[in-house]
């Protein structure tokens, strides 16, 4: 299946996709590189759009901000992706699932695309906001069906399997965002510096 029909699929008939992504073989490698990375690099595009026509913050910090923090986003971002696989399917027997390593990684990956996609749109003022809330909530949505599919854990407690995990992630987002955000500060600052002393030669 090509990268755009399983998007397509996951976000417009994610039961019936489930189950076929249940099925599936293949490795952690190929899932990524077929699909995670890809996808992930939608809103490093957005950026870079942004940066072409000078809005959102970017018209103020120029082309240094966007590659430290398009570069930082994307590779810390698939980071954790790889991490909530492994957190996820630490998780599932403690819920009654079943562990499965390739399995959680396919939840977590499959689960995320709509926030990637959703991140494409993040140059654009106040649908940003909008989309990344909707992204955020369909993404939960996933993660509770395909845990059901994939990782085998009971109806009755995928809800809070799905809270659990959401709950890490957002954390480990956090996290993540602070290292971004000190990396954009320690560049901005050297940039300052390198001007500065510049001036004084």
Avoid: C, H
């Avoid at 994610?14 to 699909?35: A, R």
């Avoid at 845990?147 to 992630?169: E, L, N, R």
């Amino acid at each position: 299946m090509s990268l755009i029909d399983r998007a397509k699929n996951i976000l417009l008939s994610p039961k019936t996709e489930w189950t076929k992504i249940e099925t599936e073989g293949g490795t952690v490698g190929g899932l990524f590189t077929g699909y995670a990375m890809i996808l992930a690099a939608l809103p490093v595009v957005g950026t870079l759009i942004a940066l072409g026509l000078s809005i959102g913050p970017y018209r103020y910090f120029g082309v240094s901000y966007f590659l430290v923090s398009a570069i930082a986003g994307y590779v810390i971002g698939l980071g954790i992706v790889y991490l909530m696989g492994i957190i996820v399917n630490a998780l599932a027997p403690s819920f009654d699932g079943t562990k499965n390593d390739f399995g959680a990684m396919k939840l977590v990956v499959y689960s995320a695309t709509p926030g990637w996609i959703a991140g494409f749109f993040g140059f654009i003022p106040g649908l940003n906001v909008l989309l990344s809330l909707a992204a955020f909530g369909y993404s939960a949505y996933l993660l509770y069906l395909g845990s059901q599919t994939v990782m085998k854990v009971p109806d009755s407690k995928a809800i809070g399997f799905t809270a659990v995990t959401i709950i890490i992630w957002i954390i480990a987002s956090f996290v993540v965002m602070g290292v971004i955000i000190g990396i954009l500060i320690s560049s901005l600052v050297g940039t300052a510096g390198l001007i500065g002393a510049a001036a004084y030669s």
